[in-house]
């Protein structure tokens, strides 16, 4: 069973809204194809992490890389497991344009949507998903499409964000914005829990908060916006964000005032299909 704790919500109870269009979440992405690779340090971490949750050597045959955005790790996911075959399925046309033209690795790469996999039932060793569901309003439609394109015996590694994740810069805009939402919604983790045991529940779930150091809270919007995971509700400003502004978000930042912290609340999905 998944690991869960107690929260007393319903996962349904707010329709599950989306983050943001489909359209939206592959424009930003797709625009920061080209500055992903160097900003993707979180991204990098958490990989690393779901690789370790894999058999090394293990010869996974079919892998499945959903949600691959520049194929940063198609050629470790070839190395590490021994893939015979690999697909990178991306919903930004734009991100799997750069990987077709910087990874040198033989492997398929697919524009699709995750909740609609071109792929044939039964027909994967592995799915591999990196920092992917959190886009979704719902992870449960993903899930079973992981589900249908898995062999029995099959394996799931997943990796998402959860509540709590840059909680500091969501108190900072707070105090300079109240009223108004300057960072994503996330999973609360027994939210979580509960829809992943709906369709997978043989889940592990692990825990970890991750924290990366910026030199200010400026470099942590940069970065974020370098990957293109920026606030995409709809309540976001459509202009410039004034400098006096800017200038209270840093001042009502947590921190010493030389360097600042940012914590970001990982999960991690470990299923074995049965």
Same mark, same amino acid.
């Given at each position: 069973?998944? +690991? ?8 349904? @109870? ?21 500055? #992903? ?14 690789? +370790? ?8 045959? &079919? ?14 996911? @070839? ?56 886009? %979704? ?20 590694? %997943? ?34 829990? &509960? ?18 150091? #910026?030199?200010?809270?400026? @470099? ?29 978000? %840093? +001042? ?11 914590? #970001? ?10």
């Amino acid at each position: 069973m998944a +690991e869960t704790m107690q929260s007393g919500r319903n996962p349904d @109870q707010d329709a599950r809204l989306p983050i943001a269009g489909k359209d939206t979440v592959a424009r930003d992405f797709g625009g920061a194809s080209g500055s #992903y690779d160097g900003a993707a340090r979180l991204q990098r971490h958490m990989g690393q992490r779901l690789l +370790e949750l894999c058999l090394p050597g293990s010869g996974a045959g &079919q892998v499945l890389d959903l949600g691959c955005g520049t194929g940063q790790f198609a050629g470790e996911l @070839q190395a590490h497991l021994g893939a015979a075959a690999l697909t990178g399925v991306d919903l930004s046309e734009s991100m799997i344009r750069y990987a077709r033209a910087h990874r040198p690795v033989k492997a398929s790469w697919l524009v699709a949507d995750a909740e609609q996999l071109p792929v044939a039932d039964r027909s994967v060793d592995l799915v591999f998903s990196n920092l992917m569901i959190q886009w %979704c309003a719902d992870p449960r439609p993903v899930l079973r499409e992981c589900m249908r394109v898995l062999k029995p015996g099959g394996l799931l590694v %997943c990796s998402t964000l959860v509540d709590g994740t840059l909680r500091e810069l969501a108190q900072a805009w707070r105090v300079v914005d109240p009223g108004r939402d300057h960072v994503n919604r996330f999973e609360h983790p027994a939210d979580l829990a &509960q829809m992943v045991d709906e369709v997978c529940p043989s889940t592990v779930l692990h825990y970890e908060t991750v924290r990366l150091d #910026y030199d200010s809270p400026l @470099q942590l919007l940069k970065e974020l916006k370098s990957l293109g995971a920026q606030y995409k509700g709809e309540s976001r400003r459509r202009t410039v964000t004034a400098p006096g502004r800017m200038r209270r978000l %840093c +001042e009502a930042y947590p921190g010493d005032g030389n360097s600042v912290q940012a914590s #970001y609340e990982a999960a991690y999905l470990q299923c074995r299909k049965v």
